[in-house]
């Protein structure tokens, strides 16, 4: 095998591993370190056949990678591997329930801070006002607003 054919072959798979270290692989893993480590070899190949080719290699593979990135942008696999949908719901106000503020209540799963009670035989999800608060405690309403009941324990 020529020294120019290891250093083209070196040289696409520093890119298809760069490629895939960008856009598929999360964080900085071993398609990353395997891509730099065949650019970089197949630069230092390059320039060990001469130094002319060592640069003209270095450029190709900057441009190469450059190409890569820009049609991999443009091509529809990257709406593919990205969500497209919007949630369009909105938060439940609190209607027809009645609860206001002094009204006891217990605790039905731990508010950590949001958790569930039971105020007036009805279960509403309410937030604990200072620290976490375990299940089956008293607690008061302290807050009522269109989607929020604020409790803190009885003290």
């Not at 593919?80 to 938060?91: A, C, N, T, Y």
């Amino acid at each position: 095998m020529s020294a120019l054919v290891i250093i083209g072959v070196l040289l696409v798979l520093g890119v298809i591993m760069m490629v895939i270290e960008i856009f598929l692989l999360p964080g900085f893993s071993i398609a990353g370190i395997m891509g730099i480590f065949f650019l970089l070899a197949g630069i230092v190949k390059a320039f060990m056949f001469s130094m002319e080719a060592g640069f003209l290699v270095s450029l190709i593979a900057l441009l190469s990678m450059a190409l890569a990135i820009y049609l991999f942008m443009r091509s529809k696999t990257l709406n593919r591997l990205s969500l497209q949908e919007s949630i369009d719901s909105k938060v439940d106000p609190l209607k027809n329930i009645d609860v206001k503020v002094g009204d006891r209540a217990v605790t039905l799963s731990r508010l950590a801070p949001i958790g569930k009670i039971k105020v007036n035989d009805k279960v509403v999800e309410a937030k604990s006002v200072k620290d976490f608060i375990d299940d089956g405690v008293e607690v008061v309403v302290v807050a009522v607003d269109s989607t929020n009941v604020e409790v803190e324990p009885v003290a």
